[in-house]
C-alpha cells in the first residue's frame, strides 16, 4: 500500500502522463527490467540485414489482409449459381468459395486490392524468406549459438510454402484446382497408405465437397498460428544472441557495434515497414495477379493450358516433370516412383539445407561461438556447396516451366526436359567447382592486396625505363579487416597406435570426418592468409611502405 | 546487457569516447585500431542543412496525409466497376488502380519520411555493446544440475520403478484416442477408385451440346468428350463422377490402329479413352490429329492413342484406360462395360 517506505516522496503530478502510465506498467509487469536491456540495444548495420525484415513486414501484412479476407470469403463447396456483377460469369455453376472470391474481386470496394497484397505479399513473403535464408547461409551466420535459430528460419519457409499452397487452393478455381489435383495424384503415389491420406484429406474421392473448408482452417488458423509462434521464438532469439557482424575496425567476437535501438533502429525499422506494404500495395494497383475471373471454376475435367504453381512450388512441380514415369507392378501392387521418388527428393533436398549446420560443425569440431560472419569468399567449400544447392533449385524451377520456356524459346519440349533432367544432376557439381575455384580467386586477391597494396591506376616509369603500377598501402583498417577471419586446418585421425602400443581400431565415422575436413580446409579448398612476418618482409623490401 | 551505459548524448562533442583509435602497431600491422573516429553529416555541422532535413521530413509526412485523403476520394467517388486504360497495362479495374496507388503512396511516404529522419537528424554514431556468453558460468550450471537431481530424488521416480513405468505406458496409450478422433475424416479407400459411372448399356453424352451420339457424329481428326448418360452438372456428385468418368472419343482409320486390343474395343475406328491422365490426373485436352498423340498440358505426357495410348514422352507411368464401346440398336453409342483399371494416377493397390 505504502510507497512511502521505500521512496522518496515523490511529488504527484509533476511528471508527464506517459511516464505515469510507464510507471504504472512496470508496477504490475516489471517493464523496466525488460527496457533496460533492450531499449538501446545494438543492430548493427548492412543492407543484407534488411531482407529478414522484408520476410518480418509481408508476414504482417498477410496476417492482416487476410483477417479482412475472412469477412467475406465462404469456405463452402455448395455449388451455385453466379448472379453477381461480373457479366461474363453470370448464370454459370460454381462453388460458394469461388463465387465468393468473385464477390471479394467485384462487389466489394478494395476487396480486389486487399486479395491482391495478400497475394502478393504471400509471394513476396517466400522470396524474402528464400534470400535470407541463403544471406544467412553464404554468411555463417548459422554457427553456434544460432543453429536453433536457423531450424526456426528453415520450418517457416516450409510452412509458408504449405500455407501460400492451402491459401491459393481456397478459392476454387480451375487453376488452383488443377493444383490440388496434382497434390492428390502425388498423395495417392505414396506406398502403402497413399489411397487413405488421400480419402481422409478431401473426405472421400476427389474433388468431394470437404477440402475447402479443411484448407481453410489448415490456411487461416492452424498454419499461421505454428508460423506466428515461429516468427516470435525467432525474433526472441535474434535478440538474446544479438545480431551477428561483419569483421572490420572494432568489431570483435565479444562485442557488437551499431546504432541503438530506440531511436536510430526504430525508426529505420519501422519506417522500412511502411516502405515494404506502401510497395506492395502498389504492385498490387499495378499488376494483377490470379485472376480467378479469367480462369474459371474449377472442374476436374477441364484444364486450361500453360498451368502454373506460385512460384515457390515450381521446385516441386520441376520434380514431377522431369522424373521419368517408372512404375513398378508386382503382387497385386504398384510402387508409383515415377511420382513418389520426386517427392522422396523434395523432402531430402531440403533437408539437406536444414541440417548444413550440424554438419558443418561436425566436420570442424568447433564449439566456440561465433558472431562474425564469413565473407562468402573465406568459406570456399560452404559457398560452393550452397550455389550447388541453389543451381539444383533454379534447374528444377526451369524445369518446373518447362512447356512455358519451350514456347517462349521454340526450343523442343523434349530438349527442354532432357536439359533439365541431366542439368540436375550436371549443374550443381560445375557450380561447386567453379564457385569454389571463384572463391579461391578472391583470396588470393586479398592476399595480393595485403601484401602488395591497393592498385592505384597510377603508372610510373622508373629510372631504367621500366613501367610499373603505383601500389597503395591499405590502411591498418583495411588490413585488419582482410585478415580477421580465421583459417581451419584439416582434421587429422588421431594416433592409431594406444599409449600401449596397440592398434586402435580407426571408426569409420572418424575417418569420414577427416576425408571431410580436408576437403573443407585442405590446401586446395583455401589460400593461407597473409601473415604478420610475410607482409613485413615484403613492405620492408619496398622501403617505405 | 551493458547497453545501459551507453551515454545518453551522442553529441558530436562527445564523439570517439570509449575507443581512441589506436596508433598502428608496430608488431602487428593487423591488429584491430578500434573502431574509426565519427564523422560528421552536413547536418551535426549546419543547422541550415538540419533544417532542410526537417522539411523534407515534413513534407513526405504531409504527401502522406494528401494521400490517404486522395484514397477516401477514390474510394467514394469511383465507380467500381470501371474500367480504364493505362499505357503499358491495358484495360485495368480504375478503382483498384487508384486505391493501390494511394495507399502505396501513404505508406511508402511514412517510410521515407521515417528513415529520412533517423539517417539526417538522428545520432548516427556507432556504439559498440558487449556481448556475454550464451550459456550460463559453470557455478549457475552445477547448481541446476544439482537441483534437478535433488528435485528428481525427491519426486522418488527413480526408486518407485512402478509409478514411472505406468505413467509411461498411460502417456504412450492417451494420444491412441486422438488417432481414433481422426477415423472420420473419410471413408476407406474400398474398391472406389476402381469403379467409374460407366457400366454396359450407358449412352457416351456429347460433353458440349448433351447429347447421345451416333458414330456418324465424330468425324476424323476432331476430338470429342463425353459423359456417361444421366450424369448431369447439377447433380450433387458430379465433380465426383466426372473426375472419373470424363471421356474422351476420337476416330481412326480402323487399319491405322496398331494395337490389337484396342482395335476390339472400338467401333468402326472410333475410339474411347479415359481423358484423366495417367501421371497425376489432370484433364487431357489436347490431340493432334496426323501423329494421333493425346497431350496432357501439366506435365506434357504424351499418349499415342492409335498404339493403346502408350505413353511416348513425359512423366507419365502408364496408358490412358481404354472404355470398350459399341452401338445399340438405336445406333447410338454405348459402353460395353466399365474401364477394366482404374483411371487417372497409380496408386499403392492398383496393381
Ligand atoms: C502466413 C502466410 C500466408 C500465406 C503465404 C497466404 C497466402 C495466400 C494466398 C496465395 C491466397 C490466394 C489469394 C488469391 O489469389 O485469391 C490466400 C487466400 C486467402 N487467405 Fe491467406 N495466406 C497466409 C495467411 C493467411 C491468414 C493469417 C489469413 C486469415 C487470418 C488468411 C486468409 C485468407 C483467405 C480468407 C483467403 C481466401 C480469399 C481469397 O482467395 O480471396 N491467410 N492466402
Ligand atoms: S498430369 Fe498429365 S502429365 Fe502430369
Given at each position: 500500500m505504502s510507497t512511502a517506505a521505500n521512496d522518496a516522496p515523490r511529488s504527484r503530478g509533476k511528471a508527464p502522463a506517459g511516464e505515469r502510465v510507464a510507471d504504472w506498467a512496470d508496477g504490475r509487469l516489471g517493464i523496466y527490467s525488460l527496457a533496460k536491456a533492450n531499449m538501446r540495444k545494438i543492430f548493427p548495420d548492412h543492407w543484407s540485414f534488411m531482407l529478414g525484415e522484408v520476410c518480418l513486414y509481408s508476414f504482417i501484412i498477410i496476417i492482416l489482409t487476410g483477417v479482412y479476407l475472412t469477412l467475406f470469403f465462404h469456405p463452402s463447396m455448395n455449388e451455385v449459381t453466379y448472379h453477381g456483377s461480373y457479366v461474363p460469369m453470370q448464370g454459370q455453376l460454381m462453388s460458394e468459395a469461388y463465387k465468393s472470391t468473385l464477390d471479394i474481386s467485384f462487389d466489394v470496394r478494395g476487396g480486389l486490392l486487399i486479395r491482391q497484397i495478400h497475394h502478393w505479399a504471400a509471394i513476396i513473403f517466400l522470396a524474402g524468406m528464400f534470400v535470407h535464408m541463403m544471406r544467412v547461409f553464404f554468411t555463417g551466420a548459422f554457427r553456434k549459438p544460432r543453429e536453433i535459430n536457423w531450424l526456426f528460419g528453415f520450418l517457416l519457409f516450409v510452412l509458408g510454402m504449405f500455407t501460400g499452397f492451402t491459401g491459393y487452393s481456397l478459392p476454387d478455381d480451375l487453376l488452383s484446382g488443377t493444383g490440388v489435383r496434382f497434390t492428390q495424384g502425388a498423395i495417392l503415389s505414396v506406398p502403402i497408405v497413399g489411397t487413405y491420406i488421400s480419402m481422409f484429406l478431401f473426405g472421400g474421392e476427389f474433388p468431394g465437397t470437404d477440402f475447402v473448408a479443411r484448407f481453410y482452417s489448415i490456411h487461416i488458423l492452424l498454419l499461421p498460428g505454428i508460423m506466428l509462434g515461429l516468427v516470435v521464438g525467432h525474433l526472441i532469439l535474434v535478440f538474446y544472441h544479438k545480431h551477428t557482424q561483419f569483421a572490420g575496425p572494432g568489431k570483435t567476437n565479444k562485442n557488437v557495434v551499431g546504432m541503438p535501438l530506440l531511436p536510430v533502429y526504430m525508426a529505420k525499422a519501422g519506417g522500412f515497414f511502411f516502405l515494404v506494404f506502401g510497395v506492395i500495395a502498389a504492385i498490387a494497383g499495378i499488376v494483377s495477379v490470379n485472376p480467378i475471373w479469367a480462369i474459371g471454376p474449377y472442374r476436374p475435367d477441364q484444364v486450361s493450358t500453360g498451368a502454373q504453381p506460385d512460384w515457390y512450388m515450381g521446385f516441386a512441380e520441376g520434380l514431377v516433370r522431369a522424373m521419368p514415369g517408372w512404375e513398378i507392378n508386382f503382387w497385386g501392387h504398384t510402387l508409383v516412383l515415377g511420382v513418389f521418388v520426386p517427392l522422396v527428393i523434395f523432402g531430402i533436398f531440403l533437408a539437406v539445407i536444414a541440417l548444413y549446420p550440424f554438419i558443418e560443425s561436425w566436420v570442424t569440431g568447433d564449439k566456440r561461438e561465433h558472431h562474425i560472419l564469413d565473407r562468402p569468399r573465406n568459406a570456399p567449400t560452404r559457398t560452393a556447396f550452397g550455389v550447388a544447392w541453389v543451381t539444383a533449385y533454379l534447374i528444377m524451377l526451369v524445369g518446373g516451366g518447362n512447356d512455358i520456356v519451350a514456347t517462349h524459346f521454340h526450343l523442343s519440349i523434349n530438349a527442354v526436359t532432357w536439359f533439365v533432367r541431366i542439368g540436375f544432376f550436371l549443374g550443381p557439381v560445375l557450380a561447386f567447382i567453379v564457385t569454389k575455384r571463384i572463391c579461391l580467386g578472391l583470396q588470393r586477391r586479398d592476399r595480393d592486396?595485403?601484401?602488395?597494396?591497393?592498385?592505384?591506376?597510377?603508372i610510373k616509369r622508373l629510372?631504367?625505363?621500366?613501367?610499373?603500377?603505383?601500389?597503395?598501402?591499405?590502411?591498418?583498417?583495411?588490413?585488419?579487416?582482410?585478415?580477421?577471419?580465421?583459417?581451419?586446418?584439416?582434421?587429422?585421425i588421431g594416433p592409431t597406435v594406444d599409449e600401449n602400443g596397440v592398434q586402435r581400431k580407426v571408426k569409420g565415422s572418424e575417418k569420414l570426418r577427416a576425408k571431410l575436413s580436408e576437403a573443407y580446409y585442405g590446401e586446395d579448398s583455401q589460400i593461407p592468409k597473409p601473415t604478420v612476418e610475410e607482409y613485413k618482409e615484403i613492405t620492408s623490401g619496398h622501403g617505405h611502405h | 546487457m551493458s547497453s545501459q551505459d551507453i551515454p545518453e548524448e551522442n553529441l558530436p562533442a562527445e564523439q570517439g569516447g570509449t575507443h581512441v583509435p589506436k596508433p598502428a602497431d608496430d608488431k602487428n600491422p593487423f591488429a584491430d585500431p578500434g573502431l574509426p573516429p565519427h564523422e560528421h553529416r552536413i547536418q551535426d555541422i549546419d543547422e541550415r542543412a538540419a533544417k532542410r532535413s526537417e522539411r523534407a521530413v515534413a513534407l513526405l509526412f504531409t504527401v502522406s496525409m494528401l494521400a490517404?485523403?486522395?484514397?477516401?476520394?477514390?474510394?467514394?467517388?469511383?465507380?467500381?466497376?470501371?474500367?480504364?486504360?493505362?499505357f503499358p497495362l491495358g484495360h485495368i479495374n480504375a478503382m483498384n488502380f487508384a486505391?493501390?496507388?494511394?495507399?502505396?503512396?501513404?505508406?511508402?511516404?511514412i517510410g521515407a519520411g521515417a528513415v529520412h529522419w533517423a539517417r539526417t537528424l538522428m545520432s548516427d554514431e556507432e556504439v559498440a555493446d558487449e556481448r556475454h556468453p550464451i550459456e550460463a558460468d559453470p557455478e549457475t550450471r552445477a547448481k541446476v544440475h544439482a537441483d534437478f537431481k535433488q528435485g528428481a530424488k525427491e519426486s522418488v521416480i527413480g526408486r518407485r520403478k512402478l509409478i514411472r513405468n505406468t505413467m509411461l505406458g498411460a502417456l504412450t496409450l492417451m494420444p491412441l484416442s486422438g488417432v481414433f478422433l481422426l477415423r472420420d475424416l473419410g471413408p476407406l479407400p474400398g474398391t472406389k477408385l476402381r469403379h467409374t459411372l460407366w457400366s454396359k448399356g450407358k449412352l457416351l453424352v456429347n460433353m458440349n451440346t448433351n447429347e447421345p451420339?451416333?458414330?456418324s457424329d465424330i468425324g476424323v481428326g476432331s476430338l470429342t468428350f463425353a459423359k456417361p448418360e444421366?450424369?448431369?452438372?447439377?447433380?450433387?456428385?458430379?465433380?465426383?463422377?466426372?473426375?472419373?468418368?470424363?471421356?474422351?472419343?476420337?476416330?481412326?482409320?480402323p487399319d491405322s490402329i496398331k494395337d490389337k486390343r484396342e482395335l476390339e474395343w472400338s467401333h468402326e475406328g472410333i475410339v474411347a479413352y479415359s481423358k484423366i491422365c495417367t501421371h497425376v490426373g489432370c484433364p487431357i485436352s489436347l490431340y493432334e490429329q496426323q501423329t494421333h498423340h493425346a497431350l496432357c498440358p501439366c506435365h506434357q505426357s504424351t499418349f499415342d492413342l492409335a498404339d493403346g495410348a502408350r505413353v511416348i514422352f513425359g512423366p507419365a507411368g502408364h496408358p490412358l484406360p481404354q472404355l470398350r464401346i459399341g452401338v445399340n440398336?438405336?445406333?447410338y453409342l454405348e459402353a460395353l462395360s466399365d474401364f477394366e483399371e482404374p483411371v487417372g494416377p497409380a496408386f499403392w493397390e492398383r496393381g
Open positions: 592486396k595485403v601484401l602488395h597494396g591497393r592498385e592505384s591506376g597510377i629510372p631504367h625505363g621500366e613501367f610499373i603500377e603505383v601500389h597503395e598501402p591499405l590502411s591498418q583498417d583495411q588490413l585488419h579487416t582482410l585478415t580477421a577471419h580465421e583459417q581451419y586446418q584439416p582434421a587429422e | 490517404t485523403l486522395g484514397f477516401i476520394a477514390s474510394f467514394v467517388a469511383i465507380p467500381h466497376d470501371k474500367s480504364i486504360y493505362v486505391l493501390g496507388l494511394t495507399l502505396g503512396v501513404a505508406l511508402f511516404t451420339m451416333r458414330p444421366g450424369l448431369e452438372e447439377h447433380d450433387h456428385d458430379f465433380q465426383n463422377e466426372i473426375a472419373k468418368a470424363a471421356l474422351m472419343i476420337i476416330r481412326l482409320e440398336d438405336e445406333g
